[in-house]
């Protein structure tokens, strides 16, 4: 069998079993009908074909079927879009749409569309195209152009997954359209011509990347479609290679090679259902986890600012005058306070990052005012400690970065915070520099040092290395993981380097010169 008509049957057979699961998987959901209605169709055009050039004969009738069957596979496309754009049309657009499509398949039978066969061979044929041709060309190139357009308006509206999702159609889609019109509409308006069959198998380019969006992104939630494809197809090619073989000792190996691939493949699919309902259960608990700590971190945040209203109030003798022993016992309860705040916002900057609602406030500013901002205002921490906190800002102002500044100066106060608590003498060091077209913002101290092992794990959520459970014993290890995250969503990375114990660390924050 020529390779050609193999990709047609391979084809066929793919777009026939990702359909087929995507319906039974789905079938009470409108979205997964439509698919399976236009993958249905879509292997029977890919089917006609192939028994079309097996036959290699100028069989009409059979090669206008297979034009018939393609004039239903746009509208049947173009459903399954509105349907996955979330675009309601009235129902006389609908039934127009479907009265347009059903007449271009009766014509397709006639003179009109397609004249007559000179020749065929493996992978093509000769013909000449009639007087409605281009008729029916504007009419598939009208629907294709259709949905290209709603994908593309959708893709500008859509946020998140929603977002990804689109673009994998998007891909598949333009691949499909470009080579199945090329091939079998513009080639035709020149005239007589050897047609080449690559616009039936280039349906395998639109149901690839709709399939790696189903298991990456959830389109139509089931991940485990590609696994059942992927063994399908091998089963299906081991039991052919059963009737293929050459003796009869090859038949009864293949045979026993066949009842092995199914048993494993089996085993392999049901193993892969468990892991996915594992996940998707770790997913739901690690979801509520998250929510919960949003809830309750906001129900905290609020008494909490009530209290520090109050105590600050005090304090400054709104009230009335106090003793200094009191003084004292409040300004005490009032650092406690401050420290609550402050863990109360890392859980909510965690949960917002973990739920995936942490949104950039993007503006154009100057990297070296908000380190000297920055420093100002920790500056008499490191002076309680004898401890220098020098800043070497660059002779040859920098360009401007586009950046959250609320963000990004709080990824600052963790690190130079951390820096003072972890440093005993000397002091912290911060500079500036371009690596590779990168922004890089280095910061070392003269502190306790860290192991591999403690750099390994430094920026995991809740880790904390030896150095911050004996100088620092109030902090959760929060702080860095949060720090991480927030310069992941600029598009940068953070990374700490030492040379071990008593040694001193430096951090290092890669920010991209945009």
Known sequence: MEIILFIILLAGICNLLLSTFVWLKGYSQRLNQLFGIFGVITTFWVLLNFIFYYKGSPNILLLRSGYAVGALVPISALLWILELCGRKL??????????TGFSFFLLSFSDLILLNIKKVYFGGFEGEAGPIFPLYFTYIAGTLVSIIYLLFSEYFK??????????YVIIGAILYITVAVLVNFILPLLGNFKFVALDTPSSLFLFFFTALAITR???????????????????????????????????????????????????????????????EEVEKISQAKSEFISITSHQLRTPLSAIKGYLSMVLEGTYGGISERVKKVLENVYTANERLIKLVNSFLDVSRIELGREELKLERISIEDLISETVSEIEIEAKKKNLYLKFERPKIALPKILIDRGRIKEVLMNILDNAIKYTQKGGIDIKLQIVNGRLQIVVADTGEGLTKEEISRLFESFSRGTAGAKFWTEGVGLGLYVSRKFVELH??????????????????????MR
């Open 90 to 99: 009235p129902k006389g657009k609908i039934i127009l749409i479907l009265i």
């Open 158 to 167: 859509a946020t998140g997954i929603k977002k990804l999702q689109i673009s």
């Open 217 to 279: 992104y959830h389109l139509f939630g089931i991940e485990v479609i590609l696994t059942e494809i992927l063994v399908g197809v091998i089963g299906i090619l081991l039991m052919v290679q059963i009737f293929t073989a050459p003796t009869t000792l090859w038949r009864i190996v293949n045979g026993g090679i066949f009842v092995l691939f199914c048993i494993f493949g089996y085993l392999l699919i049901r193993g892969v259902f468990r892991e996915i309902r594992r996940r």
């Open 491 to 512: 598009g940068g990375k953070i990374w700490a380097e030492s040379e071990g114990k008593g040694k001193g660390s430096t951090f290092y924050i890669e920010l991209p």
